[in-house]
């Protein structure tokens, strides 16, 4: 055997398949991607054409199988059509004249209606938050649904836990979704199945990644909502996943880290469109639809209550609903903007209409935390910071060991939008969030007594400061921010 021209002879394949690939990659890489989205993947293309190609065709997509594409159109004509002339707002002199347009874009890619005549209470600590879900669960008389990015039965959520079961024991209908990898890989996941197993709640996994999903999806999609409904008149909604704030992990522990939400408990009409997201998630993972479950609307009896629009979004939806809806209200801004988000790794648009809205005289505040628990992530942000800095954006870093993971952010002194989903582009794309419009001044007030709150417990940073940083230290946020960008 010729062994020198066995390996010209491979090498030459190589040559030509290498060529082909990179050829093959400049004409369908860009095809419906972001910009910086394609330029990332050609750039690994073109550094390693074999293992980039095959990572594009494992992790390039974020479309969901056919069946489930056809299940959350389904589920949305459901929604259209149970939640028609249910639109009980009537349109007032006080709304912000941009506001109307931002309802009719919800409407039209998430399908939820706003709704008047609903109450909200805000919850910005862990023990308060699990007292209050847990004496909903309580006094819960028909049924109960739990859904969470994450779920752990440990010591923060016991209570929680045996509210739970001691609600299925008196025959209340439970039923309990969690993310499958996010829970599963919890230093408490295996105790929690077990514990589901043993109490005979009947629960799901969301989006499980076994051997013959990963060929049909690309197996880091997530459901990241976190949504509590107490029998169609209570419910609650937020940042805040089920798990102690130090999510079990010895790691946080040794660091001192804790989590920070932020939680809302809904009462009023609205809580039907939160059910129904629930609704959406079940049938996505059983088949079966809670048409049987669809409530009575429920006013609150209180002249001074507040709109609410549910505003779910993931890539069970084609238009990215929260990205629009968060840059239709940064555009809407006149004079105040306050972003909450732990992970904020925005895509072009949201950079330009928030430096945008800076420049054009709004006060833009951001707060982000000053420690990470996501290396990548937190050095990608970190890349954006000087640009924000420039177009007049003041950031706030909440001070260590805390993590900041509250999700929100008002417009002006009218509008706010509280939920699940970061200020990145994994939101954007590849998590199925839930976030509520809520409409009302005295709630704004509420959520910005909070901010202030923050406010207090934070640094701001300068630009000075933030130019002053090593070579390398920016080198390394921007080599992050450029493989955040690879989705």
């Not at 009218?414 to 990145?424: K, L, Q």
């Amino acid at each position: 055997m010729n062994w020198k021209s066995l390996t010209k002879g491979a090498a030459a394949v190589v040559t030509v398949v290498n060529f082909f690939l990179r050829f093959g990659g400049v004409i369908a890489v860009p095809r419906n991607r972001r910009p910086t989205t394609a330029l990332a993947w050609l750039l690994a293309i073109f550094a390693a054409p074999i293992p980039g190609t095959m990572a594009l065709n494992l992790f390039g997509s974020t479309r969901l199988p056919r069946g489930r594409r056809e299940k959350q159109t389904e589920i949305n004509d459901f929604i259209l059509q149970t939640t028609s002339g249910l639109d009980l707002v009537t349109k007032e002199e006080s709304w912000p004249r941009w506001f109307g347009s931002v309802v009719d874009l919800n409407r039209k890619l998430g399908a939820m209606p706003l709704v008047g005549g609903n109450d909200a209470v805000l919850y910005d600590d862990f023990a308060e938050t699990m007292r209050a879900m847990t004496a909903a669960l309580k006094k819960a008389e028909r049924y109960i649904h739990v859904e969470f990015y994450l779920f752990a039965y440990d010591k923060a959520t016991i209570e929680f836990c045996e509210a739970l079961h001691d609600a299925h024991k008196r025959g209340v209908t439970v039923r309990v979704l969690y993310d499958d990898w996010t829970t599963l890989r919890n230093p408490a996941g295996k105790k929690t199945i077990a514990w589901l197993k043993k109490t005979g709640i009947p629960f799901r996994a969301m989006l499980p990644v076994r051997p013959n999903t990963v060929l049909r999806r690309r197996p880091d999609l997530r459901n990241h909502r976190k949504v509590v409904v107490v029998d169609g008149t209570v419910g609650f909604m937020g940042s805040q996943n089920l798990v102690d704030p130090d999510y079990n992990k010895s790691g946080n522990k040794r660091r001192h880290l804790r989590w920070k939400d932020l939680m809302l408990r809904l009462e009023g009409p609205v809580v039907a469109g939160v059910n129904a997201i629930f609704i959406t998630d079940w049938f996505a993972e059983t088949d079966e639809l809670l048409q049987r479950e669809a409530d009575p609307i429920h006013n609150v009896e209180d002249p001074d209550t507040l709109d609410c629009q549910i505003v779910p979004s993931g890539p069970g939806f084609e238009g990215e609903n929260n990205l629009r809806l968060f840059n239709a209200l940064v555009y809407g801004a006149q004079e105040k903007l306050i972003i909450v988000s732990p992970y904020f790794v925005p895509d072009d648009s949201m950079l330009y209409a928030i430096t945008t809205a800076a420049q054009r005289g709004v006060e833009v505040q951001l707060f982000a935390c000053e420690i990470g628990d996501q290396f990548m992530v937190y050095h990608a942000q970190r890349s954006y910071y000087e640009t924000l800095l420039r177009a007049g954006v003041r950031i706030f870093l909440y001070e260590k060991p805390i993590v900041l993971h509250a999700k929100h952010f008002t417009v002006d002194s009218d509008v706010a939008v509280v939920g699940s989903s970061n200020m990145d582009m994994r939101s954007f794309s590849l998590d199925f969030e839930v976030s509520v419009m809520i409409r009302g001044r005295r709630f704004v007030d509420r959520l910005r007594a909070i901010e202030d709150d923050y406010r207090s417990k934070s640094r701001e940073l300068s630009l000075v400061e933030w130019l002053d940083r090593p070579l390398l230290a920016r080198a390394l946020d921007n080599v992050m921010r450029l493989t955040a960008a690879v989705q």
